[in-house]
């Protein structure tokens, strides 16, 4: 019945690695094309249990690279009517409605049937979007999910969504949004095939005993790494906001993620890694220390299979 694979088409946060408008330390080394710092583009993840039918875990602005960049996902013969127009890509899953989650999308626009997954609340920022429209309802199937409620997404896989404090998208905050209570507006995925679990929570205020408990049942977690200090983006003076602020936790830090996920048996990925984080350079003290805590620091291309 096949095995559960992941691929990461992308690792970074919003922005990618490096940034078009940044030079901080570590893009800086990704724009003189030291190898100590991999670029990246922002982050998705594709899923499939017989590597016929993927599922995307989110749209990143990158897609159309990152579907070049993997195989896996090109398009093939239409095995219905002999065409030559057919994608492997028959779902997409959103966690939000965020730009870097959602813009990918209108890639993917060239009539091609997909559904297209995510929590009601997700589905109206969208809907209130008309430039989505590009998706035609007759082609694009949207389909509402229910956090806590198992469905099936592509063939052999099932997922479940589950609240993350979290908050909504950049473009729909006000003058003091509320950046850590758990809504619909940023959900994380679990993702099973048979007794195999991947969780992948891409972006995370705080991580509840509720979340615990999820993560401590899985086989693979790839967690939200977007910075390593709450004050990173201030310090380095690419930023005027916190992590949390962000609606992102800090890895480090009494309240931060290493010491909120000690002790999981499970395959420690951190994905979503803003370009400002130390630990995306190799051989850095940061990310000597995160690895000795048992975390990966993913790659664009990291295929993990369960
Ligand atoms: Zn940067």
């Keep these: 019945m096949g095995r559960l694979t992941a691929i990461v088409l992308g690792a970074a946060a919003g922005g990618g690695v490096p940034q078009w ?15 100590r710092v991999k670029p990246r583009t922002q ?9 016929e039918h993927w599922a995307l875990l ?9 579907i070049a960049a993997n195989p896996d996902l090109h398009p093939h013969d239409n095995k219905r009517d002999g065409g030559k127009r057919s994608s492997p890509i028959s779902a997409v899953l959103l966690t939000g409605a965020e ?7 209108l890639n993917l626009r060239e009539r091609s049937p997909f559904t297209l997954h995510a929590t009601a609340a997700t589905l109206a920022a969208l809907a209130d979007n008309p430039m989505f429209g590009a998706l035609a309802a ?6 509402a999910i229910v956090p806590g409620q198992r469905f099936a997404l592509v063939a ?13 998208p950049l473009y729909l905050e006000g003058d003091d949004p509320d950046t850590a209570s758990e809504s619909a507006a940023n959900v ?36 939200d790494g977007t910075v390593l200090t709450d004050d990173e983006m201030i ?5 005027t906001k916190t992590g949390r602020r962000m609606g992102h936790m800090p890895l480090d830090g009494p309240d931060g993620s290493l010491a909120a996920l000690a002790g999981l048996r499970a395959r420690r990925i951190f994905v979503h890694i803003n370009n400002t984080n130390p630990i995306l350079i190799e051989g850095s003290p940061e990310r000597m220390r995160v690895a000795a805590a048992g975390w990966e620091v993913a790659e664009d291309g990291l295929k993990v299979t369960l």
Aim: glycine share 8%; proline share 5%; with cysteine.
């Design 21 to 35: 408008n940044c030079r901080c330390e570590v893009c800086q080394l990704a724009w003189s094309g030291d190898p």
């Design 43 to 51: 982050a998705s993840l594709a899923v499939s249990a017989d590597n």
């Design 58 to 66: 989110n749209a990143s602005p990158d897609l159309r690279a990152q």
């Design 99 to 105: 730009i870097d989650q959602t813009a990918g999308l």
């Design 138 to 143: 007759n082609v694009v199937t949207r389909r």
């Design 156 to 168: 052999g896989l099932e997922a479940e969504l589950f609240l993350v404090p979290g908050k909504v």
């Design 188 to 223: 994380g995925i679990e993702i099973s095939h048979g007794s195999s679990r991947l969780v992948y929570v891409p972006g995370a205020a705080a991580v509840t005993p509720a979340i615990r408990q999820r993560l401590d049942r899985a086989d693979v977690v790839m967690f």
């Design 235 to 239: 310090r380095t003076g690419t930023g």
